[in-house]
């Protein structure tokens, strides 16, 4: 019975073949064509899983594996007939990628998987036009349902896992949103490739403090059954402060770089209530960096002295509970970065934003100094002995606040180490008469 069960398609498939001219004559196309995918059903039902790219606003971590699992396809095998290509200039090569509509065939086992990447119009909101709402149908048949649920998505979800490791490609999400109006869905999130160059090794700091902030984020990314044991969210918090121009965003990319973590730009400016705020930090995949920049500048209440519900208002304690309460439930190995040039000035702030728990490590990038400056004269004009001029350069420092940023231009102007040290020497001077 089974056998003849397994034929009865094939012999169906024939005899519609064979029929089709005559079926076609006599039965409207319409028809003819529900019938058959009827007989298709009958024989080889078929199941569809719908993979969104978000959910309730939480991107689905299965879209985002299949879509690095289908990118490595495409470019690893023969490719559909319609994908893809995109490549930046600092890019060796173009990378291709899955077109909307296209269909990849996938093989596992013996299961033959069809994906389709898919979008749907959303309409406008207010004068905001939404995203489009992508999503991927997965279609099987449907015997294999239950390997495909137990083996098939983990094993995609695996191999993208690996395949992240491997290619090391960062992320740089910031809100794409019109400038000054709000966030409106929680799924504004925009991305891009980050392509900075900024390691740790050629960040120009002192070395006792970038060895404890490296040695602290090993630790903390090596620390997952630590957290779960102690019920503790796996997340950790720094305050990066100083001067414009002391490498603040330098040292960020340079963490990134280092643990291989998405970034994630986060204006609160944009951001009208808390129940927004939730809904984008629910959106942010796990192992990311979420970056606030310039604290002392946003505009925050005091915790107690928010009011109660006002539209364009952000409150510090929506903050301080969206980290600590969000994270204990969900999300991985969250970083969350504060930056400021003013700190000082964050006395006005809530003092619990800065307790133990919530701001883990700070970090001062301040005026430049002989150590640092050594370093960065190593790493822009291989001067690595010392120098005739590191003297002068040394007592001037005593009397001039000076930032990296504005050597670094200095050293960037001429490839001569003698020629970058006087214009060095002379900027100091400036500074120093002025
Ligand atoms: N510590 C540093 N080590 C190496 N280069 C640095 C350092 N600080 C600054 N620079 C150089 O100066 C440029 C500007 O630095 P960066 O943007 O990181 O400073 P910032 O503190 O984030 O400034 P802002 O507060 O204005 O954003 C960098 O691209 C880099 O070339």
Redesign the pocket.
């Known amino acids: 019975m089974e056998v003849l069960k397994s034929l009865a398609p094939w012999v169906t498939a024939a005899v519609l073949v064979v029929l089709s001219p005559m079926v076609e004559d006599l039965i409207p196309f319409a028809v003819s064509n529900y019938l058959f995918s009827r007989a298709q059903d009958y024989f080889f039902p078929r199941l569809t899983v719908i993979i969104e790219e978000r959910g309730d606003f939480i991107s689905d971590q299965i879209y985002e594996a299949a879509t690095t699992y289908l990118r490595k396809k495409i470019n690893d095998s023969p490719k559909p007939k319609r994908f893809r290509c995109r490549k930046t200039i600092k890019q060796n090569k173009p990378i291709f990628d899955i077109a909307r509509e296209e269909e990849v065939i996938d093989n596992f086992r013996d299961i033959r998987l069809k994906w389709k990447l898919r979008e749907e119009k959303t309409e406008h909101l207010q004068l905001q036009p939404l995203p489009a709402k992508k999503f991927f149908e997965l279609t099987f048949d449907k015997r294999f349902e239950e390997d495909v649920v137990e083996s098939y998505l983990p094993y995609v979800l695996d191999r993208a896992e690996e395949i992240q490791r491997e290619e090391k490609v960062i992320k740089l999400y910031s809100l794409d949103c019109i400038p000054d109006m709000p966030v409106l869905t929680g799924r504004e999130w925009g991305s891009t490739i980050l392509e900075h160059p900024?390691t740790f090794d050629?960040?120009?700091?002192s070395p006792e403090l970038k060895r404890s902030l490296k040695d602290d984020l090993d630790r903390f990314v090596n620390r997952k059954e630590w957290y779960k044991k102690v019920g503790r969210a796996w997340k950790r918090g720094y305050l990066i402060y100083?001067?414009?121009?002391?490498?603040?965003?330098?040292?960020i990319a340079a963490m990134a770089n280092h643990l291989k973590f998405d970034i994630y730009f986060l204006d609160i400016s944009n951001i009208v209530s808390d129940s927004m705020l939730r809904k984008i930090l629910l959106s942010i995949s796990n192992r990311s960096m979420i970056v606030i920049?310039d604290i002392d500048c946003a505009q925050l209440e005091k915790r107690g002295e928010e009011k109660k519900i006002s539209y364009y208002k952000f409150t510090l304690s929506g903050l301080l509970n969206v980290m600590e309460g969000l994270w204990s439930s969900c999300g991985d190995e969250r970083i969350i970065v504060f930056?400021t040039?003013h700190k000082d000035d964050l006395d006005r702030l809530d003092p619990a934003l800065f307790r133990p728990g919530r701001i883990d490590m700070h970090v001062p990038?301040l005026y430049c100094n002989m150590d640092?400056f050594k370093?960065?004269a190593s790493?822009y004009l291989d001067v690595n002995e010392d120098h005739r001029l590191y003297g002068q350069i040394k007592g001037l420092f005593a009397n001039a606040e000076v930032?990296?940023?504005e050597i670094?231009?200095e050293f960037s102007r001429t490839e001569d180490p003698d020629a970058a040290l006087e214009a060095v020497v002379e900027v100091l001077k400036q500074k120093t008469s002025s």
């Open positions: 900024a050629k960040l120009a700091m100083g001067p414009p121009g002391t490498g603040k965003s330098s040292l920049e930056t040039n990038m640092v370093m960065l790493t930032t990296l940023a670094a231009e």
